[in-house]
Protein backbone atom coordinates (compact mmCIF):
# COMPACT_ATOMS: atom_id res chain seq x y z
CA UNK A 1 0.00 0.00 0.00
CA UNK A 2 1.32 3.54 -0.73
CA UNK A 3 1.95 6.09 1.99
CA UNK A 4 0.86 9.49 1.02
CA UNK A 5 2.75 11.86 3.14
CA UNK A 6 3.22 15.68 3.27
CA UNK A 7 6.21 16.95 4.94
CA UNK A 8 7.77 14.40 6.74
CA UNK A 9 7.95 10.96 5.55
CA UNK A 10 9.94 9.17 8.06
CA UNK A 11 7.00 10.72 10.66
CA UNK A 12 4.47 9.05 9.09
CA UNK A 13 6.61 5.58 7.92
CA UNK A 14 7.28 5.63 11.76
CA UNK A 15 3.69 5.64 13.22
CA UNK A 16 2.55 2.45 11.20
CA UNK A 17 5.71 0.57 12.48
CA UNK A 18 4.42 1.81 15.94
CA UNK A 19 0.88 1.33 15.04
CA UNK A 20 2.08 -2.31 14.00
CA UNK A 21 3.68 -3.04 17.40
CA UNK A 22 1.04 -1.04 18.92
CA UNK A 23 -1.35 -4.10 17.42
CA UNK A 24 1.37 -7.47 18.81
CA UNK A 25 -0.61 -5.57 22.57
CA UNK A 26 1.55 -5.09 25.57
CA UNK A 27 0.35 -4.70 29.34
CA UNK A 28 3.48 -2.35 30.03
CA UNK A 29 2.49 1.14 32.06
CA UNK A 30 3.08 4.05 29.74
CA UNK A 31 6.14 6.12 30.29
CA UNK A 32 4.99 9.66 31.77
CA UNK A 33 3.53 12.52 29.54
CA UNK A 34 -0.19 10.55 28.83
CA UNK A 35 -2.71 10.36 31.42
CA UNK A 36 -2.36 6.61 33.11
CA UNK A 37 -5.41 4.56 34.45
CA UNK A 38 -5.91 4.54 38.15
CA UNK A 39 -5.69 1.79 40.11
CA UNK A 40 -8.40 -0.70 39.91
CA UNK A 41 -10.13 1.03 36.47
CA UNK A 42 -9.78 0.38 33.12
CA UNK A 43 -9.24 3.79 31.62
CA UNK A 44 -7.06 3.96 28.83
CA UNK A 45 -4.13 6.54 28.71
CA UNK A 46 -4.59 9.30 26.53
CA UNK A 47 -2.68 12.54 25.90
CA UNK A 48 -2.45 15.56 28.31
CA UNK A 49 -4.05 18.99 28.13
CA UNK A 50 -6.99 17.60 26.06
CA UNK A 51 -10.26 19.79 25.69
CA UNK A 52 -12.33 17.78 23.78
CA UNK A 53 -12.17 14.12 22.60
CA UNK A 54 -13.84 11.81 20.25
CA UNK A 55 -12.86 8.25 19.41
CA UNK A 56 -13.02 7.34 15.66
CA UNK A 57 -13.38 3.64 15.76
CA UNK A 58 -12.37 1.99 11.95
CA UNK A 59 -13.61 -2.02 10.69
CA UNK A 60 -15.37 -4.13 8.63
CA UNK A 61 -18.27 -7.02 8.18
CA UNK A 62 -17.70 -7.47 4.86
CA UNK A 63 -18.67 -6.39 2.21
CA UNK A 64 -19.40 -3.30 4.04
CA UNK A 65 -16.25 -1.06 6.15
CA UNK A 66 -17.18 1.74 8.39
CA UNK A 67 -16.04 4.23 10.61
CA UNK A 68 -18.38 4.36 13.80
CA UNK A 69 -18.01 6.78 16.80
CA UNK A 70 -17.48 5.32 20.58
CA UNK A 71 -20.70 4.05 20.88
CA UNK A 72 -20.63 2.17 17.86
CA UNK A 73 -22.94 3.98 15.77
CA UNK A 74 -21.37 4.02 12.14
CA UNK A 75 -21.43 6.55 9.52
CA UNK A 76 -22.42 9.22 11.25
CA UNK A 77 -20.69 12.68 11.59
CA UNK A 78 -18.57 13.30 13.89
CA UNK A 79 -18.35 17.02 15.30
CA UNK A 80 -15.12 19.21 17.24
CA UNK A 81 -14.62 22.29 17.98
CA UNK A 82 -12.36 24.63 17.05
CA UNK A 83 -9.40 26.55 19.09
CA UNK A 84 -9.05 24.16 21.95
CA UNK A 85 -6.83 21.27 22.02
CA UNK A 86 -8.92 18.23 20.46
CA UNK A 87 -7.78 14.47 21.09
CA UNK A 88 -8.81 12.04 17.89
CA UNK A 89 -8.73 8.36 19.20
CA UNK A 90 -8.41 6.15 16.41
CA UNK A 91 -8.89 2.83 16.72
CA UNK A 92 -9.11 -0.05 14.25
CA UNK A 93 -11.12 -2.61 15.64
CA UNK A 94 -11.13 -4.69 12.62
CA UNK A 95 -9.10 -7.62 11.05
CA UNK A 96 -7.92 -5.50 7.79
CA UNK A 97 -5.32 -2.83 7.95
CA UNK A 98 -7.18 0.38 7.17
CA UNK A 99 -5.93 4.29 6.70
CA UNK A 100 -7.13 6.87 8.04
CA UNK A 101 -6.94 10.52 6.10
CA UNK A 102 -8.96 13.84 6.69
CA UNK A 103 -9.87 16.24 4.08
CA UNK A 104 -12.41 17.56 1.10
CA UNK A 105 -12.61 16.60 -2.55
CA UNK A 106 -12.05 12.86 -2.40
CA UNK A 107 -11.00 10.80 -5.04
CA UNK A 108 -11.17 7.35 -4.50
CA UNK A 109 -9.46 6.43 -7.83
CA UNK A 110 -6.27 8.52 -6.98
CA UNK A 111 -6.63 7.19 -3.10
CA UNK A 112 -6.03 11.41 -2.26
CA UNK A 113 -7.75 14.26 -1.20
CA UNK A 114 -7.65 17.83 -3.10
CA UNK A 115 -7.59 19.41 0.51
CA UNK A 116 -6.09 17.22 3.08
CA UNK A 117 -6.55 19.03 6.36
CA UNK A 118 -3.45 17.50 8.01
CA UNK A 119 -1.35 18.27 5.38
CA UNK A 120 0.06 22.06 7.06
CA UNK A 121 -2.12 21.72 10.59
CA UNK A 122 1.10 20.48 13.01
CA UNK A 123 -0.20 17.85 14.98
CA UNK A 124 1.00 15.23 18.05
CA UNK A 125 0.65 11.71 17.47
CA UNK A 126 0.72 9.21 20.26
CA UNK A 127 0.71 5.98 20.88
CA UNK A 128 1.02 4.43 24.67
CA UNK A 129 1.49 0.83 23.75
CA UNK A 130 3.69 -1.51 23.81
CA UNK A 131 5.97 1.43 24.34
CA UNK A 132 5.06 5.31 25.10
CA UNK A 133 5.54 7.29 21.88
CA UNK A 134 5.00 11.08 20.98
CA UNK A 135 5.67 12.82 17.83
CA UNK A 136 5.21 16.43 18.13
CA UNK A 137 4.51 18.68 15.34
CA UNK A 138 3.67 16.28 12.65
CA UNK A 139 2.03 17.03 9.47
CA UNK A 140 0.84 14.13 7.20
CA UNK A 141 -1.64 12.79 4.50
CA UNK A 142 -2.73 9.50 6.11
CA UNK A 143 -2.15 7.17 8.45
CA UNK A 144 -2.22 3.48 8.10
CA UNK A 145 -2.77 1.17 11.45
CA UNK A 146 -2.61 -2.37 11.13
CA UNK A 147 -5.41 -4.35 13.14
CA UNK A 148 -5.63 -3.78 16.84
CA UNK A 149 -3.85 -0.67 16.50
CA UNK A 150 -4.20 2.20 18.51
CA UNK A 151 -3.07 5.82 18.09
CA UNK A 152 -4.09 9.65 19.51
CA UNK A 153 -4.23 12.61 17.07
CA UNK A 154 -3.23 15.94 19.23
CA UNK A 155 -4.23 19.06 17.40
CA UNK A 156 -6.11 22.58 17.60
CA UNK A 157 -8.14 23.49 14.99
CA UNK A 158 -7.82 27.12 13.90
CA UNK A 159 -10.97 29.04 12.75
CA UNK A 160 -10.29 28.91 9.30
CA UNK A 161 -10.59 24.82 9.58
CA UNK A 162 -14.12 25.20 10.31
CA UNK A 163 -16.80 23.71 8.16
CA UNK A 164 -17.46 20.29 6.97
CA UNK A 165 -14.65 17.78 6.18
CA UNK A 166 -14.34 13.77 5.40
CA UNK A 167 -12.57 11.18 6.96
CA UNK A 168 -11.75 8.49 4.48
CA UNK A 169 -10.35 5.11 3.86
CA UNK A 170 -8.44 4.88 0.60
CA UNK A 171 -6.96 1.12 0.89
CA UNK A 172 -8.58 -0.20 -2.11
CA UNK A 173 -11.88 -0.76 -2.22
CA UNK A 174 -12.66 0.55 1.18
CA UNK A 175 -13.75 3.76 0.70
CA UNK A 176 -16.10 2.37 -1.98
CA UNK A 177 -17.37 0.02 0.62
CA UNK A 178 -18.85 2.60 2.90
CA UNK A 179 -15.42 3.31 4.97
CA UNK A 180 -15.77 7.34 5.13
CA UNK A 181 -17.84 9.45 7.54
CA UNK A 182 -18.20 13.42 8.07
CA UNK A 183 -15.95 15.34 10.26
CA UNK A 184 -17.53 18.56 11.21
CA UNK A 185 -15.21 21.51 12.75
CA UNK A 186 -17.28 24.32 14.47
Not at 47 to 74: C, H, N, Q, V
Not at 81 to 98: C, D, F, Q, T
Amino acid sequence: MRATVVGRTCVVLGVSALLLLAACGSDETPAPGGTEAEPGTEAEPEPKDLEARITIAMGEELPEMYFADSDGERGGAFTIPAGKIVGIRVINSGELEHEIAFGRGSDASTGEFEENLFASLPSDIFVFKPVKVEIEGSVFGEIEAEPQGDFWIRTVFPPETTGEWEIACFVEGHYDAGMKATLIIE
